[in-house]
Structures are given as C-alpha cells and as structure tokens.
C-alpha cells in the first residue's frame, strides 16, 4: 500500500541577520574549534507519577562524547576541539552565561533550552550558529523561523507524523485522544490532530486530563473508567511531563494498545536503536556516561558531529560558511540511523528516521515502507517545504 503526503501553498520568505567571516588558518597551523554547549531546564515541578526523571545531565554528555569523537578524527587534519559547558537555573542567567561566552570568542554553539530561552539566544547572538538540541516546538520550524538556527532534535510534528505512519499500517485507525492540560501536552495533542488528518485516521473522542488530586490510587481506579468511549483501536497519550500517562496502559476501559507520549513511543533515540553501527555508539557512550543514551543526548552529539563535518569540508570555523554548507544539502552526516542525514534547505531541521519504541524494546522505525515522497521520504515525517513559511536557504545573508 502506497501513501503519499499532501503539501500546502508555498509561504513567504525570511530574512537572514548578518554572520562574521572567519579566516582559514595557515598551512600547518592547527585549527582551533571551540564550541559553546548551554544547558537549562525548567523545574517540572510536583507529578503524579512515580515517572523515572531525565538525567541531570542529559545533552551535555552527548556533547561531551561528541567532542572526544571529533578530535579522534580531526587530528589527522590537525584540528582540535574544545567543549565550553555552562548549565543554567534561570533563563536570565542562561542568556548572561551564553553572552559571557560569545565575548570571549565562541561563536557556535549546542542548545539544550526551551524555545523561549532559544529565540532569545538567537537574538542575542544574531552572528552565531546555534543548534538546538533541546526543544521540539513545531513553532520553530514554521512561523518563528530563527535564521541563526539548525535543529537536531526532532520536532513533535515529526515524531506525530512517525506514529501516525506506524498506525496506519497496523489500521489502528480509531483514536482515543487524551491530553493533559500544560501547553507542551496541548502542543503535543495538535501535532497529534494534523497526524491524524493527515494520514486518514479518526479521533473518536478526545478526552482532556484534568484530575487535580494528587493521590495516585485516584488516578488508577478513575482511568477505566475515564477511557470510556466508542469502539476505539488505540489510545493515544499526550502527556510530555508523565503526569497521568503512567497509569494510562492496562487501565483502559476496552483491552487497547496506548501510544504516544507514554506505552509506544516515537523518540529521536533510544537505548534499543543497535543496528547501522548505532551498538558501538551506545557503548561509547554508556562508557562516557555510565548510563543509556537518550534523545537528548543524541541531538547534541549529533548537533556537534554536523558541525565537525562541515568544519572538515571546508576549513574553516566561521559560522556563516557552516550554516550555508549545512543548509545546502549537499553535506550528509552519519547518524547511525541507516542512511545519511542532512538539514532541510527551509526551516534547518536535521532530517532523521524516528524509532518507535517501548521501554525495552524497539517496534518499528519510521517512515514507514510505502510512505512517498517527491524529493525524499524523511520529509514526510515533520512540516514540509510548503507547510512552513521558513525559507533560511533563500534568505540573504
């Protein structure tokens, strides 16, 4: 079965802020790569649930094995790579720290931030290079088009738009959509609605979380029957902070499988991605860390891998020079994922295969086979060229 993906009107252009030239360093003179990682989380606050927390850490490490990778390479080309870490309580200081930084020189840099913190970093830093590794909003990759900014990390449209292919497969076509009540759950639940329409499925009812009562055996005995409903094929979970998804599989009303934000899930990475070499990363990194590999982890290792690829093409380290190379797509990156990755040419996401995943096991990847596309089958997966008013290759520079 053959699907094909329908594409919107063509959008307007935006204009790109000035970058500063860098020159090449002199035959024999090692070349210094200096890369700024900033890190800053937001506290989620009190849950529900009993949810495993992300890793303190998590980005900063895949940065870190990053660099140790791109000096393992590079100093057969006589270029050496250096990581400055700052992590951040406040988005205030986050913005002071990443100013500090780009006095003293740096230019390029790995973003672990929410969008709000990332806009202001893009702005503050118009003639740096920023690869954000922390932050899904689709709003990046469409309206807000930052032209400073390439994105590793999947967006929610895409890993919607990944779950979505794998369920249509399965003709799992009849949804049970609950979502919580923060503005990522609700990001996350209209990703999933554009998934839905897009690859022909039907949300029979959608059902908002609202529970305030913080004991979690209210929360258990109310999810059956809070999952009453018409026949359904699924229940889909929009829950990014694991308040209530938790307790979701094994207490719907009708015996179906849960998807989404918890039960299956679509993800940038994940410890059973093992084949196309991804084993020997994942032991690397489990030596560096002394834990698994997460999606965040994998954005910045990969954000900084992109950027050593196109410093060894072209030499150099002025930001302007990489963002062109990168957006050109004519500079491939090996991601372990089974084929070449590359940035799209209009919003600067890092096309990439999304696994589909439960805790310790991996289902499937997407695209799924039969998904088409004109120019490449990853970019069914996420907002396409005419879906997005971003258009960062063809904005002056």
């Known amino acids: 079965m053959r699907h094909f993906v329908q594409r919107a009107g063509y959008l307007i252009a935006l204009a790109c802020a000035p970058l500063v030239a860098t020159a090449a ?16 989380r937001p506290d989620p606050g009190p849950l529900l649930s009993n949810v495993i927390p992300e890793p303190t850490d998590a980005g900063q490490r895949g940065a870190e094995l990053a660099i140790i990778d791109s000096n393992t390479t590079g100093r057969f080309l006589k270029h ?20 500090q930084l780009h006095r003293d020189g740096l230019r390029l840099f790995v973003v672990n931030a929410p969008a709000g913190s990332l806009r202001q970093l893009a702005e503050a830093m118009p003639d740096s290079l ?41 003709r799992w076509n009849r949804w049970l959509l609950i979502s919580g009540p923060t503005p990522e759950d609700q990001a996350y639940a209209e990703a999933l609605r554009r998934a839905a329409k897009r690859f022909g499925h039907k949300i029979i009812e959608e059902k908002p979380w609202s529970f305030d009562n913080d004991q979690r055996r209210t929360a258990q005995a109310d999810m059956p029957l809070f999952t009453q409903a018409d026949d359904y094929d699924v229940v ?31 993800t940038g990475w994940h410890k059973t991605v093992e084949t196309y070499g991804a084993a020997q990363l994942q032991k690397r990194f489990e030596a560096h860390a002394n834990r698994w590999m997460n999606d965040r982890d994998f954005a910045a290792w990969i954000g900084v891998r992109s950027l050593a690829t196109a410093i ?7 930001p302007h020079a990489i963002r062109q190379v990168s957006l050109s797509d004519t500079l491939p990156v090996d991601g372990f994922k089974g084929r070449k990755l590359t940035f799209r040419p209009w919003n600067g996401q890092l096309r990439q295969p999304i696994p589909l995943v439960h805790p310790r096991g991996l289902v499937s990847n997407s695209p799924q086979d039969g998904f088409l596309h004109p120019t490449s089958e990853l970019d069914t997966l996420g907002f396409d060229r005419p879906e997005s008013e971003c258009r960062l290759s063809e904005a002056k520079s």
Not at 26 to 37: A, D, K, Q
Not at 80 to 99: C, F, G, H, V, W
Request: aromatic share 6%; charged share 20%.
């Open 80 to 99: 050496s790579y250096t990581l400055k870490i700052t992590n951040s309580d406040t988005p205030e200081q986050l913005l002071e720290d990443a100013r």
């Open 312 to 318: 060894t093409k072209l030499g150099v380290t002025d």
């Open 236 to 266: 889909v979970v929009a829950d990014e902070r694991g308040d209530f998804g938790e307790y979701v599989p094994y207490h719907t009303w009708l015996p179906r499988p849960v998807v989404g934000t918890q039960g299956m899930t679509p």
């Open 130 to 170: 920023l690869i954000n590794a922390g932050s899904a909003s689709d709003e990046l990759r469409t309206t807000s088009c930052l032209a400073n900014v390439l994105h590793t990390l999947p967006s929610r449209s895409m890993l919607a738009d990944a779950l979505a292919q794998f369920l249509a497969v399965r």
């Open 25 to 40: 360093p002199t035959p024999g003179e090692t070349l210094s790569v200096r890369i700024g990682y900033l890190g800053y």
